[in-house]
T-cell receptor, first 116, second 116 residues
């Protein structure tokens, strides 16, 4: 089974600054999808951004962008111009392209604190 | 509102009891996934259904079972409850069982189960 590792249990950033959350994964597959989900205090899981492994271009969604390094099996999330509303738990997730289940495998999460 | 509806939002019960959690997927979504989120185990995939049929199983205990009905809503049954079953249970839905497409999972707000 594919494993997803988030090595930073907690991160802190000042408002308007930039922060990068790390994620690495282990897989023998060549095609797959990677996701970042956000879980604010409301507990709702919200999709932030996704990346197809066959695409070389890094995905971008407004202030959120990823640095996808396929060879290194690394998928970091960069949040620019951080806002108070960005404070949440962030989960990196892997989805198999060929696995019959297609379920998401999640990392343990990184708690992001945003300070004024 | 994500479009995925989970009931109840909160549930408190005693050890040894049985409970049923309900999930209505987003309109048009045929696939339903159940996840368990606990403090020590993170987000664990339990089971997936697609159009009424079981598609994949994760770390689901034998005391747990699920089904998806013809109207596509799903129920997760938890029996002989133990203290360790206390967790947040998420339902997610997607358009199809897998690929083509990223088939993003849309999550419900979760059902918080407390076993005393």
């Amino acid at each position: 089974a594919q494993t997803v590792t988030q090595s930073q249990p907690e991160m802190s950033v000042q408002e308007a600054e930039t922060v990068t959350l790390s994620c690495t994964y282990d897989t023998s597959e060549s095609d797959y999808y990677l996701f970042w989900y956000k879980q604010p205090p409301s507990r709702q899981m919200i999709l932030v951004i996704r990346q197809e492994a066959y695409k070389q271009q890094n995905a971008t969604e407004n202030r959120f962008s990823v640095n996808f390094q396929k060879a290194a099996k690394s998928f970091s999330l960069k949040i620019s111009d951080s806002q108070l509303g960005d404070a949440a738990m962030y989960f990196c997730a892997y989805r198999s392209y060929s696995n019959s289940g297609y379920a998401l495998n999640f990392g343990k999460g990184t708690s992001l604190l945003v300070t004024p | 509102d994500s479009g995925v509806t989970q009931t109840p939002k909160h549930l408190i019960t005693a050890t040894g009891q049985r409970v049923t959690l309900r999930c209505s997927p987003r309109s048009g979504d045929l696939s339903v996934y159940w996840y368990q989120q606990s403090l020590d185990q993170g987000l664990q995939f339990l089971i997936q259904y697609y159009n009424g049929e079981e598609r994949a199983k994760g770390n689901i205990l034998e005391r747990f079972s699920a089904q998806q009905f013809p109207d596509l809503h799903s129920e997760l049954n938890l029996s002989s409850l133990e203290l360790g079953d206390s967790a947040l249970y998420f339902c997610a839905s997607s358009v199809s069982a897998g690929f083509p497409g990223a088939n993003v999972l849309t999550f419900g707000a979760g059902s918080r189960l407390t076993v005393l």
